[in-house]
């Protein structure tokens, strides 16, 4: 505890070190003021930010872990080739953690309990109803689980998981509302979103405050509304919704 003392007593005095965590710590501060305003902003750029403002955020801390491991091993120490290597280092595993690994493990996870739909009833209407909105097909897996479920992937695949739950509790057309559904969160990039969301939570004391809550509920609408839209009534996302609750409902009365 007191050589933690002593080196957090000897990073700080130095006038560069101090520099550089009040700068990155005013940068993420700054990324999540725009982030919470931007309510206009695109998900992409909202992503973007929301992975800069944790970067800036835990960049203090790898400096210092890495600078004091520095001093520790040598006598002298470049300071810009520390800055310059941590800020490689911790984009680089933040890119593939984000981009490659985290859904890689996620989508491995879930195709292990499903199989891949192909030349049937559910995926020929994504291939169709991709077309009419302009978005590559993705593809589409049946969970093998009683739960009625469907979720959708836009990182590294995209992807949409219906549950055997699902298709057995609702009919034809109310499935095809809940794949409309899906779609919008492809095309629209908010399955990122969602998982950005996570991220933050775990990550940042300001997760609380951020806007990805309000921004999950206006996209849930969003994609409501492209499947009212498409289908030319509400009938049918309605009527999944209501079997859904009800079904949800009773499940929590004996649990």
Request: aromatic share 14%; hydrophobic share 50%.
């Amino acid at each position: 505890m007191l050589a933690l003392m002593y080196d957090l007593d000897s990073f700080f005095s130095n006038p560069v070190h101090l520099a550089i965590v009040i700068a990155s710590l005013s940068v993420s501060f700054a990324l999540f003021i725009v982030l919470r305003l931007s309510s206009t902003a695109s998900n992409s750029k909202k992503l973007a930010m929301a992975y800069g403002h944790i970067f800036t955020l835990v960049f203090p801390v790898i400096y210092f872990t890495y600078s004091t491991g520095c001093r520790m091993m040598f006598n002298h120490c470049n300071q810009i080739n520390i800055i310059i290597y941590i800020s490689f280092m911790a984009l680089a595993s933040a890119f593939i953690t984000a981009v490659l690994i985290a859904p890689f493990f996620i989508l491995r996870n879930f195709r292990k309990k499903a199989v891949e739909l192909k030349d049937n009833f559910v995926s020929g209407f994504v291939n169709y109803a991709s077309a009419l909105l302009n978005i590559k097909s993705p593809k589409v897996y049946l969970l093998k689980i009683s739960k009625p479920i469907a979720f959708s992937f836009s990182h590294f695949k995209k992807s949409i998981f219906i549950s055997v739950g699902m298709t057995d509790l609702l009919t034809k057309k109310e499935i095809e509302a809940v794949i409309l559904h899906e779609l919008h969160h492809i095309k629209s990039n908010s399955s990122s979103l969602k998982m950005s969301n996570f991220i933050m939570s775990r990550f940042t004391p300001f997760a609380s405050l951020a806007s990805f809550h309000s921004d999950l509920n206006k996209e849930e609408a969003k994609a409501d509304n492209l499947a009212v839209e498409m289908q030319g009534t509400s009938k049918y996302l309605n009527s999944a919704k209501r079997k859904l609750d009800a079904y949800f409902n009773f499940k929590s009365e004996f649990e």
